[in-house]
């Protein structure tokens, strides 16, 4: 059995250990995770049932000694955030969800061109990320990046296919003209927007 030894270390780093030991071990294998740190057991604890291997503890002197069963592979479950499970014990984890909003067809001020090539090195950069944000809103000048024939397009319809809702502002698109532009995502309304802003664990503004 693979022991790892997290004593005197911190949440998240056992949470982190005991899932790349995990990994090492083959299917149906158990692992033997050691803390002496009590949130981190609790967390511990917490993130092992989430992630389906059935943790077994027992306490010796002041010792934590966790034993997990490698499950079955399951993307949902090995995408687990172990930083969104270090909390005080009684206290929520904070969420991991987040909602990406550009405001604009380009990022930051200065240099338009500049600022282009970086929103779209962001869309980019974003789909090979392990976390992805649950929702994609584009507003005002924002909805350039969901037209036909642009780059953005493109990847905010691979970012569709990965599973992020993509929502584009209806005022806007009317205001624009260019609702026979729009090539990806879900022409929607400000109640709507407002509701998935409001409802987000943080929201990162372009």
């Known amino acids: 059995m693979l022991t790892i030894d997290t004593k005197g270390k911190l949440c998240p780093e056992p949470l ?6 995990l990994r090492e071990v083959k299917e149906g294998e158990k692992i033997l995770v050691i803390s002496d ?3 981190s057991f609790q967390n511990l604890m917490s993130f092992l049932s989430d992630l389906g291997a059935n943790p077994v503890a027992e306490q010796k002197g002041g010792e934590y000694l966790v034993e997990a069963t490698k499950p079955p592979e399951s993307p949902e479950k090995s995408e ?14 904070p969420s991991d969800d987040y909602v990406v909003v550009a405001r604009s067809y380009r990022m930051g001020e200065g240099d338009e061109e500049l600022g282009r090539l970086l929103i779209r ?22 909805i350039n990046l969901a037209l036909k024939d642009t780059d953005t397009a493109i990847a905010l319809g691979e970012l569709e296919d990965k599973g992020v809702t993509v929502i584009v502002c209806g005022t806007c698109v009317d205001f624009y003209e260019a609702k026979e532009k729009v090539a ?3 022409i929607s309304n400000m ?3 407002a509701n ?4 987000a664990g943080h929201v990162i503004y372009l």
Request: charged content about 15%; aromatic content about 10%; proline content about 7%.
């Open 121 to 142: 090195g962001y869309f980019n950069a974003l789909k090979g990320m392990d976390n992805l944000p649950t929702h994609i809103i584009m507003y005002n000048g924002g």
């Open 16 to 21: 982190i250990m005991a899932r790349n030991g």
């Open 191 to 193: 109640y709507q927007i």
């Open 196 to 199: 998935i802003l409001a409802e």
């Open 80 to 93: 687990k955030n172990p930083e969104a499970y270090c909390s005080a014990p009684g206290v929520p984890a």
């Open 37 to 39: 740190n009590e949130t």
């Open 184 to 186: 990806v995502g879900r």
